[in-house]
T-cell receptor, first 112, second 112 residues
Framework: EPEVTQTPSHQVTQMGQEVILRCVPI?????FYWYRQILGQKVEFLVS????????KSEIFDDQFSVERPDGSNFTLKIRSTKLEDSAMYFC??????????FGAGTRLSVL | GDSVTQMEGPVTLSEEAFLTINCTYT??????LFWYVQYPGEGLQLLLK?????DKGSNKGFEATYRKETTSFHLEKGSVQVSDSAVYFC???????????FGAGTILRVKS
């Protein structure tokens, strides 16, 4: 069964450093998303991406964040200058014609 | 804005007990409704979905019915197993391609 894959599974970084989280959505899916889940809290929407542009973003997704689909398969989330409060689990998701969003296993980002 | 409210947990049950996890929503229009499950250390897995009023989603013995009159989508299972121990998230999407709005999640613990 096709699945969304995310790398790395765990990323440790120093405050102020740039990180790039990578995702390979399910092929032939049309919409791509990033969500985050701070430990013990609810899953929060960050951004959605369709037709090579951002279709919606939340208040969390400020100028420190960016997304890119550099080729036909990868979808990345970049955080330019990480803060302690960026520590969270980041989930990538994609959806095709069947409406439901399918999630990757997540990347745990730890900012020290 | 759109929102989802779930019953607070944790919910602790004995094996073979009946499970209900309540979920209500607030949304304009006719959202699609979902239940996702998160097993310890893993990502979000789609459990079931319903796209219109009176639809019943079902999977792995779990069921939920889209009740527009009560704006509810309660999750039920007739006989839980220890392996069902996880966090369950109710979510909605207002339109195809739109973000998912999640509830806070309900921890389920099943004892043998």
């Amino acid at each position: 069964e096709p699945e969304v894959t995310q790398t790395p599974s765990h990323q440790v970084t120093q405050m102020g450093q740039e990180v790039i989280l990578r995702c390979v959505p399910i092929s032939n899916h049309l919409y791509f998303y990033w969500y985050r889940q701070i430990l013990g809290q609810k899953v929060e929407f960050l951004v959605s991406f369709y037709n090579n542009e951002i279709s919606e973003k939340s208040e969390i997704f400020d100028d420190q964040f960016s997304v890119e689909r550099p080729d036909g398969s990868n979808f990345t989330l970049k955080i330019r200058s990480t803060k302690l409060e960026d520590s969270a689990m980041y989930f990538c998701a994609s959806t095709g014609l069947r409406l439901a969003q399918y999630f990757g296993a997540g990347t745990r980002l730890s900012v020290l | 804005g759109d929102s989802v409210t779930q019953m607070e947990g944790p919910v602790t049950l004995s094996e073979e007990a009946f499970l209900t996890i309540n979920c209500t929503y607030t949304a304009t229009g006719y959202p699609s409704l979902f239940w996702y499950v998160q097993y310890p250390g893993e990502g979000l897995q789609l459990l079931l979905k319903a796209t219109k009023a009176d639809d019943k989603g079902s999977n792995k013995g779990f069921e939920a019915t889209y009740r527009k009159e009560t704006t509810s989508f309660h999750l039920e299972k007739g006989s839980v197993q220890v392996s069902d121990s996880a966090v369950y998230f109710c979510a909605l999407s207002a339109l195809y391609g739109n973000k998912l709005v999640f509830g806070a999640g309900t921890i389920l613990r099943v004892k043998s």
